[in-house]
């Protein structure tokens, strides 16, 4: 059987590690400790820095191919594990589009993508800047680190000229910048789809995810009320980037729905938080997915497995001990499915899931809602409610 390196270890690779043992396929996973969320689980664990070459080299022996549990490894280091003949996939030209907003943005308005009005911010002094792209776009803007932001880190609200100030400790701290139109979206969509080295790809339902505070708390499967139309051409539009950006693996590409139609937000190159759901919602979970599309197998069916599945983020809450919660909520409702990803809770941050499956949106809705506010607060939850 082929071997699968997968450089990161978290709750990502854990995830992938299930769908691997189904497929009788071997995970190597690179940890930066050997108490990572998959390091934990996964029978063939290197501990390294997925940042240094040296490691990735190392960890590349042996492995048919390389795959990612984030975007951070960087893109000259995949260039010398391709130099040296290992497959990375996605490979570093198709990756940079993720690592990089700046890079993704200028791509992708080639391509005729709808996106959102944007431009570099230069330095120094760039005030005087923000401000004519404010006159031009309206205020508020989006201030933007071009790489490594992720669940609203590296994102900047302003709403005008005195709160742009941000800008210029941002680029004493060496923070490249890029601004974006503040876009005024009914509600954020996300496509997922896969594609292999063969050129084949699938694509599954449009989902709608709720953000707060920068986080995804949830995903709704298939998106409510979305017109059999705008499906198509999310899904179409996911795959057509894919296929242009050589995307192999999976592709997750964040969407605003405005009145005007879709904006691309973001991309990601891997297994993605709103895919999470397709576990038990869809015949092929996106992490058996992304297996077959790296080692070029035929892809799943994305077929849902219940008219609507609904995904909700567990985070922590002020009491870390969260298992002697699993008691009232697998009683409360024997169907929710829990999933948690052996991460120490700190308040706000995702350590788990729950994903609830049914005919009644409404009533699955409240039961993936239940279930995640439970095991976050206990019999504290109302409270916070």
């Known amino acids: 059987m082929p071997v699968v390196g997968m450089a990161g270890g978290g709750q990502l690779a854990r995830m992938t590690q299930q769908a691997a043992i189904a497929l009788g396929v071997p995970l190597r996973v690179l940890a930066g400790a050997p108490d990572e969320s998959a390091a934990v689980v996964v029978s063939d664990v290197r501990v390294g820095n997925d940042r240094a070459l040296d490691d990735l080299l190392a960890f590349a022996q042996g492995c048919d191919v390389v795959t990612f549990d984030h975007e951070h490894v960087p893109g000259p280091h995949i260039q010398k594990l391709e ?166 693996g999976l592709l997750a590409v964040e969407l605003f729905e405005t009145g005007a139609g879709l904006l691309v937000n973001e991309l990601a190159m891997r297994p993605h938080n709103s895919g999470h759901w397709t576990i038990e919602g869809a015949r092929t979970s996106q992490f058996e997915q992304h297996l077959r599309a790296v080692l070029d197998l035929p892809l799943g069916s994305t077929e849902p497995t219940a008219p609507y599945t609904v995904m909700a983020n567990v985070l922590g809450g002020d009491d870390p001990d969260v298992y002697p919660r699993y008691i009232h909520v697998m009683a409360h409702d024997p169907g929710v499915k829990v999933h948690m990803y052996g991460k120490a809770s700190r308040p706000g941050r995702k350590i788990g899931h729950v994903t609830a499956l049914g005919a009644d949106l409404a009533e699955v809705r409240e039961r993936a809602r239940h279930a995640a506010d439970y095991l976050r607060w206990g019999p504290a939850m109302k409270e916070h409610q």
């Open 83 to 248: 130099a040296a003949g290992v497959p990375c996939r996605p490979g570093s030209a198709a990756l940079a589009h993720a690592q990089d907003k700046l890079v993704m943005r200028e791509r992708l308005s080639e391509l005729g993508v709808p996106c959102p009005a944007y431009a570099p911010v230069p330095s120094p002094e760039p005030r005087a800047f923000l401000e004519a792209f404010g006159r031009e776009h309206g205020w508020p803007l989006v201030l933007k680190s071009t790489r490594g932001g992720y669940d609203g880190k590296g994102v900047w609200v302003v709403g005008d000229l005195e709160e742009a100030r941000v800008a210029d400790r941002l680029q004493a701290e060496g923070v490249d910048l890029m601004v974006e139109q503040h876009v005024a979206f009914g509600r954020e969509l996300a496509a997922l789809v896969a594609r292999s080295p063969y050129g084949q790809g699938a694509a599954y339902p449009i989902v709608e995810t709720v953000q707060e505070g920068g986080i995804c708390t949830e995903v709704i499967s298939p998106a409510p009320g979305l017109s059999k139309d705008l499906s198509t051409e999310a899904q179409s539009l996911a795959l057509r980037v894919a296929d242009e950006l050589g995307v192999v």
